[in-house]
């Protein structure tokens, strides 16, 4: 008897990796193309000239500067506050309330079922805060934390549930350590990556909400994208090339300085 083939079960075997390799490629197409029909655009100088003259207007732009360093420090402000709002939190849940989880869970996405018009709106009626910070761009703050909670709480959350906290918690309090001690030293290091993705999702939603911005008359990064799209052609596209790619920059920064910080304390 000859032995059977077996070309129909490599055949079979070889048929996901195709699936995986179009699936892929279909979507790097769908993202790439319109980004490289954008860039070829925003070249575009009139008729079938292209050059760098839209680059060189925005980056002239003292406005362009301005909004960015304003959105930076604004993202970065809310990075802070949300960090410490939430890790305590999260950590006092899984630790010692666990049946608050689903309550927390369903607060923390009040804000995808809340439009940033409401939000805004429930901000300059309810709050009367003091005057030097509701007249300055750091009244947004309030505002950035409630709409980055659903992605840092839960980013978090996840990363407190991927610990043993009870063991940790007890092995540093015979210790002598406190519950700042444990936050600080014990808690953070192991949830490092949590941390950094929410550092990263929130650094993305700041420098791209546009709706608490201009309903609050500030002019932020967004603001200040949105009246170039208005306005301009070209120069529109090459602001939009030049905000993603600072986006990514800023977010392998990040990534850079906490792989390194990693590193620093495994030595």
């Given at each position: 008897?000859?032995?059977?083939?077996?070309t129909?079960?490599?055949?079979?075997?070889?048929?996901?990796?195709?699936?995986?390799?179009?699936?892929?490629?279909?979507?790097?197409?769908?993202?790439?193309?319109?980004?490289?029909?954008m860039?070829?655009?925003?070249?575009?100088?009139?008729?079938?000239?292209?050059?760098?003259?839209?680059?060189?207007?925005?980056?002239?732009d003292?406005q362009?500067?301005?909004?960015?360093?304003?959105?930076?420090?604004?993202?970065?402000?809310?990075?802070?506050?949300?960090?410490?709002?939430?890790?305590?939190?999260?950590?006092?849940v899984?630790?010692?309330?666990?049946?608050?989880?689903?309550?927390?869970?369903?607060?923390?996405?009040?804000?995808?079922?809340?439009?940033?018009?409401v939000?805004?709106?429930?901000?300059?009626?309810?709050?009367?805060?003091?005057?030097?910070?509701?007249?300055t761009?750091?009244?947004?703050?309030?505002?950035?934390?409630?709409?980055?909670?659903p992605?840092?709480?839960r980013?978090?959350?996840?990363?407190?549930?991927?610990?043993?906290?009870?063991?940790?918690?007890?092995?540093?309090?015979?210790?002598?350590?406190?519950?700042?001690?444990?936050?600080?030293?014990?808690?953070?290091?192991?949830?490092?990556?949590?941390?950094?993705?929410?550092?990263?999702?929130?650094?993305?939603?700041v420098?791209?909400?546009?709706t608490?911005?201009n309903?609050?008359?500030f002019?932020?990064?967004?603001v200040?994208?949105n009246?170039?799209g208005q306005?301009?052609?070209?120069?529109?596209?090459?602001?939009?090339?030049?905000?993603?790619?600072?986006?990514?920059?800023?977010?392998?920064?990040?990534?850079?300085?906490?792989n390194?910080?990693?590193?620093?304390?495994?030595?």
């Amino acid at each position: 008897m000859t032995a059977p083939s077996k070309t129909p079960s490599k055949l079979v075997g070889s048929r996901p990796s195709i699936w995986r390799f179009s699936a892929v490629t279909l979507a790097a197409l769908y993202f790439l193309v319109p980004l490289f029909a954008m860039a070829v655009y925003s070249f575009w100088a009139g008729g079938t000239s292209y050059d760098f003259s839209a680059y060189i207007k925005i980056i002239n732009d003292p406005q362009f500067r301005q909004t960015f360093a304003l959105s930076a420090q604004l993202a970065l402000e809310t990075i802070v506050i949300s960090l410490l709002l939430v890790v305590p939190a999260a950590f006092w849940v899984n630790l010692r309330a666990p049946g608050l989880r689903n309550l927390i869970n369903m607060l923390s996405t009040l804000s995808f079922v809340i439009p940033p018009i409401v939000l805004v709106s429930g901000l300059t009626t309810f709050y009367k805060g003091p005057v030097w910070l509701i007249s300055t761009p750091q009244f947004l703050v309030a505002g950035y934390v409630v709409l980055a909670l659903p992605y840092t709480y839960r980013t978090l959350d996840t990363g407190m549930r991927s610990l043993d906290l009870q063991t940790l918690s007890e092995a540093a309090q015979s210790l002598g350590a406190n519950w700042l001690t444990i936050l600080w030293k014990v808690v953070l290091p192991n949830i490092h990556s949590a941390v950094l993705g929410a550092t990263l999702l929130t650094l993305a939603i700041v420098l791209g909400e546009f709706t608490l911005a201009n309903v609050l008359l500030f002019n932020t990064f967004a603001v200040y994208i949105n009246y170039i799209g208005q306005t301009q052609g070209t120069p529109a596209a090459a602001l939009s090339l030049l905000s993603l790619a600072i986006t990514w920059l800023a977010m392998l920064g990040l990534l850079r300085f906490g792989n390194g910080r990693v590193q620093a304390a495994g030595k």
